[in-house]
Every structure is written in structure tokens, then in C-alpha cells.
């Protein structure tokens, strides 16, 4: 296993256009994350799996912004009506949940750059 | 609210030099974690280290080095003799015990220069 791959690593939409980001994760990971990165920013938490439920979401999830992870494998978000301010890389994180030894190690991908003209 | 401050934008030293990173943290949970994650310039972030908020001791590994003070809410890095490989963006996260989000800092920028 090579670690978390996202695809695809560059897009560029048209503002009002939907794209859609996919994240495979390490596959014995029971956790799956997304996160918002900026430039010059942290990333910022969006929602986790667990399997395959979607057990929290931001409040920076709005509307048109969509994950899902069907199978409790690969997951992808999807953004609809995409806005300029939707630019940003979008990374995905996996991890192994269940015992405090390993909370919190989170195994990111290389991310997916949008670009929102 | 849960919120991580890192003071240090970017910080330049040249190879040899240590350098410590500050982080200081805020949260009303009683237990929690505290990390530190390095992005290289490939993009993608790499754990480095996990404290839980019971244990203060200071760890060491190899060059890094972390100092976490619970009365001052810092959870402070040093990287000792640091070397060109060591130029990346730190990032010091704030995590709640259930292992859900990490709240993360804004990043240093550290450059070491040969």
C-alpha cells in the first residue's frame, strides 16, 4: 500500500461549474477525513467517516459541498456551483481508529488543487 | 472553541543553528491532544508527534525535541542542529480525545539555508 492517493491532484473550473474529488485510503483505515487547505493557512476540518458513516461535518460544509464514502473505502466531495472562493487544495486523510495509540495520526495525501476562475 | 496560535509566519536560520517553533493552544476540554505535522514542499503533511494533555513530559527524538507546559498552554518544538531536509511548514494541531477533527495552527515557515 502506498498511502492515501487523491485524484486528480490540479483542477481547473469555471466558477458555477461542479467538480468532484476522489480519496483512496489506506485500506485497513476505518477513518477517512477531508480537509481545506489555503495559501498561507492550516487546514481546515470539513467532515470524517467512520466506515461508512459520516459522523461530523463543518460549518464550513455548506450546501453544495457533498461527501460521501459508500463502501467504507474510497470516499469523494463533491462541490456543486463552484464559487472563487472555493479555490483551495482539499485533503484527504486517513487513519485507524479505536485506541489511543493511534488517535490523531492522520495519514494525508498529496491533496487536489481547485482552481476556481 | 478550540484555537492554535503560532506567532512564527516563517523563520530563517542557517544550517547548524536550533531553532524552536512556538505553539500555544486554547480549549475548555479537560483531556485532549496536542500534534505537530510537517509539510514538506511536496504538499503532503507528515504526524510527527502526538501528546495527550495528562502527560507533560518532554520527548525527544533524535534532532526534535517538544517541551508541552499545560500552565502556559504551549506545546513548543525544537529542532536541534537543523539541516536543509529540515525546511518545511510546521503545523502544531489541537485534538479532541475522540480522534474527530484537529484543529490546526496557521503554520511556521521554516527556511534553513546551507
Known amino acids: 500500500d502506498t498511502g492515501v492517493s487523491q485524484n486528480p491532484r490540479h483542477k481547473i473550473t469555471k466558477r458555477g461549474q461542479n467538480v468532484t474529488f476522489r480519496c483512496d485510503p489506506i485500506?485497513?483505515?476505518?477513518?477517512l477525513y477531508w480537509y481545506r487547505q489555503t495559501l498561507g493557512q492550516g487546514p481546515e476540518f470539513l467532515t470524517y467517516?467512520?466506515?461508512?458513516?459520516?459522523?461530523?461535518k463543518s460549518r464550513l460544509l455548506s450546501d453544495r459541498f457533498s461527501a460521501e464514502r459508500p463502501k467504507g473505502s474510497f470516499s469523494t466531495l463533491e462541490i456543486q456551483r463552484t464559487e472563487q472562493g472555493d479555490s483551495a487544495m482539499y485533503l484527504c486523510?486517513?487513519?485507524?481508529?479505536?485506541?489511543?495509540?493511534?488517535?490523531?495520526?492522520?495519514?494525508f495525501g498529496e491533496g487536489s488543487r481547485l482552481t476556481v476562475l | 472553541a478550540q484555537k492554535v496560535t503560532q506567532a512564527q509566519t516563517e523563520i530563517s536560520v542557517v544550517e547548524k543553528e536550533d531553532v524552536t517553533l512556538d505553539c500555544v493552544y486554547e480549549t475548555r476540554d479537560t483531556t485532549y491532544y496536542l500534534f505537530w505535522y510537517k509539510q514538506p514542499p511536496s504538499g503532503e503533511l507528515v504526524f510527527l508527534i502526538r501528546r495527550n494533555s495528562f502527560d507533560e513530559q518532554n520527548e525527544i527524538s533524535g534532532r526534535y525535541s517538544w517541551n508541552f507546559q499545560k500552565s502556559t498552554s504551549s506545546f513548543n518544538f525544537t529542532i536541534t542542529a537543523s539541516q536543509v531536509v529540515d525546511s518545511a511548514v510546521y503545523f502544531c494541531a489541537l485534538g479532541e480525545t475522540s480522534g474527530s477533527r484537529l484543529t490546526f495552527g496557521e503554520g511556521t515557515q521554516l527556511t534553513v539555508n546551507p
Open positions: 467517516f467512520q466506515n461508512e458513516a459520516q459522523l461530523e
Open positions: 485500506s485497513e483505515h476505518n477513518r
Open positions: 486523510a486517513s487513519s485507524l481508529a479505536g485506541t489511543p495509540a493511534n488517535t490523531g495520526e492522520l495519514f
